[in-house]
């Protein structure tokens, strides 16, 4: 993705550093976050070189379309990894398809590089990557603490 985060191992990726200004981010949203951060601390506005690259050269190149592609495979792969994960621990429902969801995150991290790189300020890239998050199924179960519901008072 963007260059913050290349020469890292997935898991680091995902973990992701704790920001000195905002709490360290529950674990199913760090790379999410993580990415909504390298973004709106990219103040040069480079944006990815994957994206910008692929955008540009895979239409005529099939070796980049080919990478490109692959490179995307393995982004939905470590997504679908940690949702899964997720799911495991209760943090997202289990009922949900990890893959449609790993899908999603991926769109919208890449659609925050593109608008963060287009101008938009940092607090709507954050905004942007909470919102992302907060679609995310939770189970019946967190959704009742959230909500400070218990089920005898569902009834």
């Known amino acids: 993705m963007s260059s913050p985060a290349a020469g890292r191992t997935a898991g680091q990726v995902v973990d992701g550093p704790p920001s000195r200004q905002r709490p360290r981010p529950p674990g199913?949203?760090?790379?999410?976050?993580?990415?909504?951060?390298?973004?709106?601390?990219?103040t040069e506005r480079r944006g990815c070189l994957l994206a910008k690259g692929a955008a540009e050269l895979a239409?005529?190149?099939?070796?980049?379309?080919?990478?490109?592609?692959e490179t995307m495979r393995a982004l939905l792969t470590l997504l679908r990894t940690?949702?899964?994960a997720a799911q495991r621990h209760g943090d997202i429902d289990s009922a949900a398809d990890p893959e449609r969801l790993a899908a999603l995150l991926l769109t919208a991290v890449r659609g925050i590089e593109a608008v963060g790189k287009a101008g938009?300020?940092?607090?709507?890239?954050?905004?942007i990557a909470d919102t992302a998050?907060?679609?995310?199924?939770?189970p019946?179960?967190?959704?009742r603490l959230a909500t400070g519901r218990s089920?005898?008072?569902e009834n």
């Open 82 to 84: 940690e949702i899964s």
């Open 140 to 143: 019946e179960r967190r959704k």
């Open 28 to 42: 199913r949203g760090r790379y999410v976050r993580l990415m909504a951060e390298n973004t709106a601390s990219d």
């Open 120 to 127: 938009l300020d940092p607090e709507t890239l954050r905004n």
């Open 59 to 69: 239409q005529h190149d099939p070796t980049v379309a080919g990478r490109s592609a």
């Open 133 to 138: 998050l907060a679609v995310l199924p939770m």
């Open 151 to 153: 089920p005898a008072r």
